[in-house]
C-alpha cells in the first residue's frame, strides 16, 4: 500500500521566517495531495491541495510544489506568525475500485517563536 | 454550510466496556472517512461508507465497526475496549468527486478508557 513520508516531525522559526516541510510518497499512482493544519482541540482543516496534474500551486503565504518524478511534494509558508503553529499534515491519494484512498503522513510540529 | 459535527466531544470509560461515537457530515455530502489519531501513530485510517455501504476498511481488528444511515450520518462503535483504544477519533466528510475527494474533518471525539 501507499507509505507517506513527512519531514521533519518538528519545526521551529522565527516570526517572519519561512517554513518548509516535505513529504515523499511511495504510489506512483497517486493524484491528490491535499494538506492539512490542525490546531490544538480541533480537526484537521485543509489548507491547500494539489492534483498531479499542477506542479505548484500558491494561495497568499502558503504554496506548495510536486515532484512527480521524484515522489516527493512540499508545503512553503513564507513571512510566518503566530498563528500558523499547528501540526501540519501531507496526505496522499489516488482512486481505486471507484473511490479514494488517502494516506497522511505522520504530521509536523510547527511553532513560530514571536 | 455547517461543518462537521461529532458528538461527543470527551468520553471516559473503562477496559471491557463499549462505545458509540456519532458523526454528522456536511449537508451534500455522501462519504464518511473515520480515522483514529495518537500521538505516535499519527492519523490511521479506520473505515468509509458511502450511501450505506461500507466501502473501505483500514487495518484494525474487528471490534471497530461502524454503519451509516439513510440521511448520511454515521456511527462507529468499540466494543471490548482496551487501554490503547484511547485516542481522538476523527470524522471526515466528502462530497465523492471521483477527481479530487476533499475530506472535511470534525473536530473529533476524545476517548479515555481507564
Known amino acids: 500500500g501507499e507509505n507517506v513520508e513527512q519531514h521533519p516531525s518538528t519545526l521551529s522559526v522565527q516570526e517572519g521566517d519561512s517554513a518548509v516541510i516535505k513529504c515523499t510518497y511511495s504510489d506512483s499512482a497517486s493524484n491528490y495531495f491535499p494538506w492539512y493544519k490542525q490546531e490544538l482541540g480541533k480537526g484537521p482543516q485543509l489548507i491547500i491541495d494539489?492534483?498531479?496534474?499542477?506542479g505548484e500551486k500558491k494561495d497568499q503565504r502558503i504554496a506548495v510544489t510536486l515532484n512527480k518524478t521524484a515522489k516527493h511534494f512540499s508545503l512553503h509558508i513564507t513571512e510566518t506568525q503566530p498563528e500558523d503553529s499547528a501540526v501540519y499534515f501531507c496526505a496522499a491519494s489516488k482512486g481505486s475500485g471507484g473511490y479514494q484512498k488517502v494516506t497522511f503522513g505522520i504530521g509536523t510540529k510547527l511553532q513560530v517563536i514571536p | 454550510k455547517a461543518g462537521v459535527t461529532q458528538t461527543p466531544r470527551y468520553l471516559i470509560k473503562t477496559r471491557g466496556q463499549q462505545v458509540t461515537l456519532s458523526c454528522s457530515p456536511i449537508?451534500?455530502?455522501?462519504?464518511v472517512s473515520w480515522y483514529q489519531q495518537t500521538p505516535g501513530q499519527g492519523l490511521q485510517f479506520l473505515f468509509e461508507y458511502f450511501s450505506e455501504t461500507q466501502r473501505n476498511k483500514g487495518n484494525f481488528p474487528g471490534r471497530f465497526s461502524g454503519r451509516q444511515f439513510s440521511n448520511s450520518r454515521s456511527e462507529m462503535n468499540v466494543s471490548t475496549l482496551e487501554l490503547g483504544d484511547s485516542a481522538l477519533y476523527l470524522c471526515?466528510?466528502?462530497?465523492?468527486?471521483?477527481?479530487?475527494?476533499?475530506?472535511?474533518f470534525g473536530p473529533g471525539t476524545r476517548l479515555t478508557v481507564l
Open positions: 449537508s451534500g455530502h455522501r462519504s
Open positions: 494539489i492534483r498531479s496534474n499542477v
Open positions: 471526515a466528510s466528502s462530497v465523492r468527486d471521483r477527481i479530487t475527494d476533499t475530506q472535511y
